[in-house]
């Protein structure tokens, strides 16, 4: 179900609680809110529809990821950028980094290792900034 973009700075502030096999329904309802707002966001996580646990859905070159427990094991090429949010207002100035490699859990909640760059690396860097109660 689409759900409503929180914009609860006080909410969005908190870390995140780890996902659980009872939470694909909340990863469900993410990714139908992420594709309802396609035109105008590439990534979204959990705390953004209200329910503050470490899931993240993003655009994978084209195809839509998931991510459960998400978090970055090695980071490589700093460099600063500019963002902008869905529960925020305006573009704001952060650092990222080129290139990172995340450890996850799938839907099956399989742990998984991937690399990831560019720009990829850069949507799941905010995300999973979200799901560390960190705003740009």
């Not at 609680?17 to 990714?31: K, S, T």
């Not at 309802?36 to 994978?60: S, T």
Request: proline share 2%; with cysteine; charged share 25%.
């Amino acid at each position: 179900m689409i759900q409503e973009i929180m914009k609860d700075e006080a909410f969005l502030t908190q870390r995140a609680e780890p996902a659980a096999v009872d939470d694909l329904g909340v990863a469900a309802d993410l990714l139908e809110t992420l594709e309802a707002h396609k035109d105008i966001c590439v990534g979204m996580a959990a705390n953004m529809i209200g329910v503050n646990k470490r899931i993240i859905a993003f655009d994978n070159g084209g195809t839509y990821m998931v991510m459960f427990n998400p978090k970055i094991i090695k980071k490589s090429e700093p460099y600063k950028t500019e963002e902008g949010c869905l529960s925020l207002t305006g573009i704001r100035t952060t650092k990222r980094w080129k290139s990172i490699k995340v450890q996850y859990q799938t839907a099956e909640f399989q742990t998984r290792y991937k690399t990831f760059t560019g720009w990829t690396a850069q949507i799941i860097q905010h995300e999973i900034n979200h799901c560390e109660g960190i705003l740009i």
